[in-house]
C-alpha cells in the first residue's frame, strides 16, 4: 500500500465519524506522492500523520438567554490546526449543521491556503451549531457574548484570530469583538472582518468574492481568454456571492443566477449593477429570501430547492457551500459547455464531480487557491492592526490583486514542475503543503 493511502487510512481510524474531514484529507494526500518521492526527508519526519492531526481542539457549552426568556444551550468549538508559519487563522461558522468533522475539513483546508497567501498565517477554524437565521439582533448578541466567554482565552492578535464564514458577518464580528473587549480589557486585533472605523480593514468584505474572480481571470489568462461578454452562474447570496457577482460585472460579465438554501434565481436578462444592489440589501439588510426578487423583477425565474448548475454558462462560481456541485451538476455543466470553475465556497464540489469535470477539461480554480483572497486581507487587517495603521481601498485591493496573481502563479508553476501542467488542484496542494512542511521541518518535533 502507498505511503499516503496508509497515513489517509490511520485519519479515517482515529475518526471514523468525519466523512467531510476524510473528503478534504484525501483530495489533498492523494496528490502528493510525487512530493515524497522527490523529499523523503518529509516522510522521514512523518509530516502527514503531524499535519493532519489538529495541535489543540477546544469544545464547550455555550447557553443563551433567548427573547422569550428561554435557556438554550448550543455547542461551541474552535479547532487551532497548524501554527507552523504563524497565529491560528481562519473563520468561526454559525450554522445548525456545525460538528467537529466539518470544521476539521475546514480548518485542514485552511492550513494550506494560508500558506499560499504567503502571508505569516497558521490554519485554525471554529463555530458553533447556533442558527442566526430568524433570531432578533438581541438574541444573536447574546449568543455571540457567551460564545466569546469563553472563547477569549484561548484567542489573542499573536495567538489565534478567528474571522467570519456561514452565518458570521459584520454584526457577529462587532458582538464578540465588544465582549472580548470587555473580559480582557485589551484592544487588539484578536479578530478580523471588523467594522470599518474601529480596526476593520477597507476591501475585506468584498476580499474572498473579488479575489475570486481574479483568480478566475489569471485562469481564463492562461488559455487566451477573458471574463468579458461570459455568462456567470453563481451559487450563494451572501457576502462571498454578492462581491464575486460585483466583481463579474465590473469585467463585464453577466450574471444569470444567485441562490440561497431555499432555491435559485435564474434572470434572463442579467443580474445587473442594479439588481445586485436590490439583493445586498435584500441579504444584509431586510435579512429576506431569494425567491423574493421574482416579486421585485418579474421577468426571472425562482426555482425552488434546487441548485443553478442546469443553465447554460460559460463559467461556474459556486460560492453558498461544501457539495454543491455533485455528479448532476458537473454532467450539466459539461454538457451546456462550461469552460471554467473558480471556487469561492469551501470544498463546493464533490469528487466524483471533479473527475467529470477534469476529464472534460473544464479549468478548475480549486478553493484553497481561488478564495484565499479573503484571509489575504484579512491578514493585511492584521498588518494594520499591528501597525495602528489604516490603507486606502486602492492599496488594499491592488495587495489583493497582486497576492491573488501569486497564488495562481505558484499553484501552475508547483503543477508543471510535479508534471502535472496545468492542474491547479494539484499545484495548490503541492506549494501550500512544501512551506508549511519546511517549516514543521525546521522546527522540530513539536
Ligand atoms: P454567508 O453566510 O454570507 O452566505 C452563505 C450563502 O450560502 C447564503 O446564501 C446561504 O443561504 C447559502 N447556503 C449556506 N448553506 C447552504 C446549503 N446547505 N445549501 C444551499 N445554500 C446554502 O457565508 P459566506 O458567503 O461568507 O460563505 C460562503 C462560502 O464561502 C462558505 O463555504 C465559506 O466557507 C466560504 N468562504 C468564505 C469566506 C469569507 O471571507 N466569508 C472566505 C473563504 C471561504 P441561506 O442564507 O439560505 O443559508
Known sequence: MSYVKEAFDRVKLRDPDQPEFHQAVWEVLETLEPVFDKHPEYKDANILERLTEPERIITFRVPWVDDNGNVQVNRGMRVEFN????????????????????????????????????????GGKGGSDFDPKGKSDMEVMRFCQSFMSELYRHIGANVDVPAGDIGVGGREIGYMFGQYKKLTGKWEGVLTGKGYGWGGSLIRPEA??????????????????????????????????????????????KVITMSDSGGYIFDKDGIDESKLDWIMDLKNNRRGRIKEYVKEYPGAVYHEGKRPWGEVCDIALPSATQNEIEEKGATNLVKNGCMAISEGANMPTSPEAYTILSDAGVLFGPAK?????????????????????????????????????????????AAEEYNHKGNLVVGANIAGFIKVAEAMLDQGVV
Open 369 to 413: 487557491a481561488a478564495n484565499a483572497g479573503g484571509v489575504a486581507v484579512s491578514a493585511l487587517e492584521m498588518s494594520q492592526n499591528a501597525a495602528f495603521d489604516e490603507w486606502t481601498s486602492e492599496k488594499v485591493d491592488s495587495k489583493l490583486d497582486h497576492i491573488m496573481t501569486g497564488i495562481h502563479k505558484q499553484c501552475a508553476d
Open 208 to 253: 474572498t468574492g473579488y479575489g475570486q474572480v481574479y483568480f478566475l481571470r489569471e485562469m481564463l489568462a492562461s488559455k487566451g481568454e477573458t471574463i468579458e461578454g461570459k455568462t456567470c452562474a453563481i451559487s450563494g447570496s451572501g457576502n462571498v456571492a454578492q462581491y464575486c457577482a460585483q466583481k463579474v460585472l465590473s469585467y463585464g460579465g
Open 83 to 122: 501554527s507552523a508559519i504563524g497565529p491560528y487563522k481562519g473563520g468561526l461558522r454559525f450554522h445548525p449543521s456545525v460538528n467537529l468533522g466539518i470544521i476539521k475539513f475546514l480548518g485542514f483546508e485552511q492550513i494550506l491556503k494560508n500558506a499560499l497567501t504567503t502571508r505569516p498565517i497558521g
